[in-house]
């Protein structure tokens, strides 16, 4: 089977995504720039569900064989589990629900556990396409987002964003006051 050209298009770029966000997620964990991690994380959360959401949007990829071509082992995350787990100490742990359209219960999440299994399902893919199964790469990535990476990245860029927004709006009045005073008074 060859894949349409708007479909193989959709596959390269992927792959690109993908890369790019396990890197962010690599380097974020590895503790080397603890400032900028959150808005790194959600640069890279809104760029990979932005992926996701073109994989939702096209029709249902259908690989060349029944069974999935073996990619090899599943990769180490658990380096970049532990790192960001360390990072996120006291933030790691939410509430989240377990499906907002048929169940309300809530359970905890983990930031770290969210973007470690991200990272596996998308190297998952990854190696397919590596080993030039463009077609068994695109059908993984597709039913992956739609069955757990979609979910855990935008339960994922939830969280981060409601800390980032607790970070710059849960100041001090006194503190804000007189920014802003300086700001129009300059």
């Known amino acids: 089977m060859t894949m349409a050209d708007d479909l193989a ?41 932005m992926a996701g959401a073109r994989l939702g949007a096209i ?50 999440g983990s930031l770290s556990n969210d973007l470690a299994s991200i990272c596996v399902d998308l190297v998952h893919g990854l190696r397919h396409h590596d080993a030039g199964r463009p077609v068994e790469a695109l059908w993984w990535w597709q039913f992956s987002y739609l069955s757990s990476w979609g979910d855990r990245a935008a339960s994922a860029l939830r969280v981060l964003q409601s800390i980032l927004a607790h970070i710059r709006l849960d100041a001090d009045a006194d503190t804000v006051a007189e920014a802003e005073f300086e700001a129009l008074h300059t």
Do not use: H, K, W
């Open 59 to 108: 029709q249902d990829v259908m690989p060349d064989e029944q069974f999935e071509a073996d990619p090899g082992e599943d990769a180490d995350t658990d380096p970049i589990r532990e790192g960001l787990s360390t990072l996120f100490e006291g933030l790691d742990e939410y509430a989240d629900v377990v499906d907002p359209v048929t169940s309300g219960e809530l359970v905890q």
């Open 9 to 49: 298009g959709v596959e390269r770029r992927t792959a690109e995504d993908v890369r790019a966000f396990c890197d962010i997620v690599t380097d974020v964990a590895r503790g080397d720039a603890p400032d900028s991690a959150i808005p790194f994380l959600l640069l890279g959360l809104s760029q990979i569900l």
